[in-house]
Every structure is written in structure tokens, then in C-alpha cells.
């Protein structure tokens, strides 16, 4: 959206509990929005209107327009059972899939064989189905050792990896065999995210129907993405990212709320920087602020101890060129008119 600039035309925008919500004051600034969501997102909107005033002298009225716009509750690396019917119509791909991306379709992949089909919007929000988990049921576990087995799909080699529970090196000697789509970046030793299927517990009924007639589909662990530890958050990257302005309205978040804000933010930069993909969908620009120095000895030298430290951890961390970022970009705020009377919620 900030890509585009396809907020422009707003009067304002304000934070809301289950969203966002934009005011214009013309209605084809708001259906202009809507256009622009319905091509790059997988949505369903409702529009509904208001009668505001109306003059009996010139038969004059004045209406409030409200759409409501619906994002696809899924986002990418999500893990997903399909309705079996679903996964049958798309080309028989397996139930039991990953979300690779999400454009104005849902695009999915099945690590064991890297087959991939794409849900279009109609037919998702026909039968709609929830995720099974997301980022925040990602385990970290450890390469042991892979093999390719040869089969290629762009990006993505098939292989045979074992990796074992992070949390279990040096306990136990537990370790797990699994198919997955990421032969070509692991290495033994390497990092990995991935859901334990067998240390979980979900309830739903997809998922349920394919225990009851293909467990033997289930792999004990579906790897997702290579992870690169880190000792803390990164504070001297190179490049910046332009935040929407908005009102926080009646919204007064609680210090939980913010620490875990921040914490998703900071996720969110390092699949920036991990993921081309992703970065070809937004617009990087140059991080010229400068901090000022400090004036006691000893805090100039903690901070050249902190930047050493942190340079060390970046080895081998993915790293974004300065080619790809452009120049400073200037503040944009948003206008003075006060009219609301379009509103997309």
C-alpha cells in the first residue's frame, strides 16, 4: 500500500481493534482503495449506506458510504490442511500443505514433493478454512545431515533431512527423518524453523480427517525456513522502511501490547532481509540517521564495544545491498480536510 501510495486520498486513518479504518471524503477515492486491495489481496467486501441529511426543498441528499473490506486470514508459511474436496479440485496436492505466498491468491506448496497449486479468491471464500499454526508455533531445530534426491522446482531442492529439537542437544538423542523443500540452502549444523506435528495438538477437523484416513501422511516435522540466530535486535541496519501514519483512536495499548508489537516488527524486518521475494514488494530506502556521540569515555567505549559485537554476529547474516534501497524519502503526513464521509473499514 505505502508502495503505491494507495492511501493518499485519505482524510485520515485510524487504528482499530480488528483493523484498521480509512476516511475519504469522495466516494471513488474509496472505491479506488478498493480496487487496489481486490488486485494485490485476496478480500471479499460488503458495502452498505447511510442517509446523513436530506433537503425536501431541492430533493437533495447526503449519504455515508462504508465499505468493508475482509483480508484472507492466512499469511505466509502458515501451515494448512485443505478440505480434502479442495485439495482433490487443485490437482490432487496433498492435504497437508505450506502458504508460499499470498498475492491476490492464496499460493501453496507441499514440501514433500514440491508440487504447488494456487487457491483463488472465489474458491476460498466459498469454503473458507484456518490456518493450523503459524510463526508462533515454529520450533527451532538443528541440521544433522541431508541428502538431495534430486528433483529441482525453482528455487527449491527436495531432500531427505534429519534434524534434531534445539532444545534437545545434550539431552536426549532424539532425532527425526523428514522430506522437505529446502535442500538448497541447509547445511549440516545449519539452523532450521519447523512445526513438531507430533509434540501438538489441533483441533480442526481437516486436519482431523486426515489422521482418520491417511495418517501415514503426517511427517513428524514439517521444516519451514532456515534460521539464523541472533543475540539481540539488530540496531544499525543500513536501510529503512516508511510506517503509515495513523490514529491510534480510543486504542491505549498496554506496555504487553507494545513489547509484543515491537517484537513482531522486528520479525518482520528479518524476513525483509532474509526473503527477495518479499522485498520486491515494498520500497527500501537509505538509513542515513546519525547518532550523536557521547561525552564520558566510558559510555563511548561500551557503545564501540556494542557496535564490534554486533558487526561479529552480522557474518554470514543475509544482508540487503545498497543497490536496492533508494535515497531518504521526505515525511508524508496526512491532509487537514476533517470530512469523513467515506469510510473503509
Known sequence: MLKHNAHRDATNIKET???????????????????????????????????????????????????????????????ICLPS????????????????????????????????AEVATPIYWRTPFPTLADSQDLVEF???????????KGK?????????????????????LVRSHLGGIL??????????????????????????????RIPEVVLVKKFYPRKKKHKNRNWKLRRMEKD????????ADQDKAERDYEMFLRDVEEDVELRDALTLYKNTRKTGGDRMVGVETNKMDEDESEEEESEGLPQISMEELLDEFEELGMGSDDVEEVVVA
Open 17 to 79: 481493534k480488528d483493523g484498521l479504518d480509512f476516511f475519504f471524503s469522495q466516494r471513488n477515492h474509496a472505491q479506488r482503495m478498493i480496487d487496489f486491495l481486490t488486485a494485490v489481496a485476496p478480500v471479499r467486501t460488503k458495502k452498505s449506506e447511510e442517509l446523513i441529511s436530506q433537503d425536501i426543498h431541492t430533493s437533495t441528499k447526503s449519504f455515508k458510504f462504508t465499505f468493508s473490506v475482509e483480508l484472507i486470514p492466512i499469511c505466509k508459511d502458515d501451515l
Open 85 to 116: 474436496k479442495l485439495a482433490m479440485s487443485i490437482g490432487n496436492i496433498s492435504s497437508l500443505v505450506l502458504c508460499q505466498k499470498v498475492a491476490n491468491s492464496l499460493h501453496i506448496l507441499d514440501p514433500n514433493t514440491l508440487q504447488t
Open 142 to 152: 538443528v541440521v544433522l545431515d541431508i541428502e538431495p534426491l534430486g528433483r529441482v
Open 156 to 176: 527449491y531442492i527436495l531432500s531427505d533431512v534429519q534434524v534434531a529439537r534445539a532444545s534437545d542437544m545434550g539431552r536426549n538423542d532424539t532425532s527425526y
Open 187 to 216: 547445511h549440516p549444523g545449519d539452523s532450521v524453523l519447523g512445526y513438531h506435528l507430533t509434540a501438538a495438538n489441533y483441533n480442526d477437523p481437516n486436519f482431523e480427517d486426515l489422521q482418520r484416513k491417511h495418517s501415514e
Open 248 to 255: 491510534q483512536g480510543e486504542l491505549l495499548p498496554k506496555k
